[in-house]
């Protein structure tokens, strides 16, 4: 939580820099990027408030635990940044079409250059919790921290040769809300593909497969038909096996909770083993 709360905090104060310089060079691309400051601000107390949530342990209505809130959470962080990217790319297209043009001076270069140094060092701060924590949504913070450095490196480089061209500010501002329009677009693909559901990391597979091979040569287990439940503080990996028909129920627990246990300790994930009997003689129909 330490890095949410050292987000809302510096991003508070670049933004009240940020739109007050804004409003002194009648900048639009200056109030964009201060307003996406502000909505930093706002990603991390959304940050905060499902994070709460989501370290709840599992109760009778969520069984699995409430882990996927964080997936709530960047998405609503990804809404957040469309809507951004809509408004300022809208005032970025008109201030194109009045030709406005926008004066820089020493203090909107100065403010503009602090605020990419502090959001760069913000978003490294947030990927490496979002590492040490494995929590998307700090992940998804980190991008927004780093799509306001890089929106404020574009807004200085203009600022730099606005002098030269009219057009600068209004075509910064609309490069700025179709940056932004990407990272939305990015942060809200990723975690609705996690809540729909995605095939099992290729690693895994393979590593159940030369485990099988080792631990029972002889019986061509056939791992197959792989599922990937994700609930962000717990993973279950799902696959079936085949045993031979006649094989005793007891024997076939044994191999399959032997299983259960040595994959789930060398995967780090819950590993759930449904077994088939093998059809002798035919072919095995069976699904990778």
């Known amino acids: 939580m330490s890095a949410a709360w050292l987000s809302i905090a510096g991003n508070v104060v670049l933004f009240a820099f940020k739109y007050w310089v804004g409003i002194l060079?009648?900048?639009?691309?200056?109030?964009?990027?201060?307003?996406?400051?502000?909505?930093?601000?706002?990603?991390?107390?959304?940050?905060?408030?499902?994070?709460?949530?989501?370290?709840?342990?599992?109760?009778?209505?969520?069984?699995?635990?409430?882990?996927?809130?964080?997936l709530v959470s960047t998405m609503l962080i990804g809404v957040?940044?469309?809507?951004?990217?809509?408004?300022?790319?809208y005032e970025g297209l008109m201030q194109l079409y009045e030709h406005r043009e926008a004066k820089f001076g020493v203090a909107a270069i100065l403010v503009t250059a602090v605020s990419l140094v502090g959001k760069?060092?913000?978003?490294?701060?947030?990927?490496?919790?979002?590492?040490?924590?494995?929590?998307?949504?700090?992940?998804?913070?980190?991008?927004?921290?780093?799509?306001?450095a890089l929106s404020s490196?574009?807004?200085?480089?203009?600022?730099?040769?606005?002098?030269?061209?009219?057009?600068?500010?209004g075509a910064l501002g609309t490069a700025i809300a179709v940056y932004i329009a990407y990272v939305a677009f990015?942060?809200?693909?990723?975690a609705a593909s996690t809540i729909a559901g995605e095939h099992p990391?290729?690693?895994?597979?393979?590593?159940?497969?030369?485990?099988l091979a080792n631990l029972y040569p002889r019986l061509d287990l056939r791992p197959h038909d792989f599922r990937w439940h994700n609930y962000i503080r717990r993973q279950e990996l799902v696959f079936h096996i085949v045993l031979?028909?006649?094989m005793l129920v007891g024997e076939a627990f044994s191999i399959t909770s032997r299983l259960e246990e040595h994959?789930?300790?060398?995967?780090?994930?819950?590993?759930?083993?449904?077994?088939?009997?093998?059809?002798e003689g035919r072919g095995s129909g069976l699904r990778p």
């Open 80 to 89: 957040m940044l469309a809507l951004v990217a809509g408004f300022f790319g």
């Open 120 to 148: 760069e060092l913000m978003a490294r701060y947030s990927f490496r919790m979002a590492r040490h924590a494995g929590n998307a949504a700090l992940a998804a913070d980190g991008w927004h921290h780093r799509s306001d």
């Open 201 to 211: 990391p290729a690693r895994l597979i393979d590593t159940v497969r030369e485990e």
């Open 244 to 246: 031979p028909s006649g």
């Open 25 to 70: 060079s009648h900048s639009v691309a200056i109030k964009a990027d201060a307003w996406h400051t502000l909505s930093d601000c706002l990603s991390s107390l959304i940050v905060l408030a499902m994070l709460c949530i989501s370290i709840k342990p599992p109760d009778e209505e969520h069984p699995f635990g409430h882990g996927r809130y964080e």
């Open 263 to 279: 994959l789930g300790r060398l995967l780090g994930v819950e590993v759930t083993i449904h077994i088939e009997p093998r059809k």
């Open 153 to 169: 490196l574009i807004l200085l480089i203009g600022m730099l040769v606005g002098s030269r061209a009219w057009w600068i500010d």
């Open 186 to 190: 990015t942060t809200i693909r990723g």
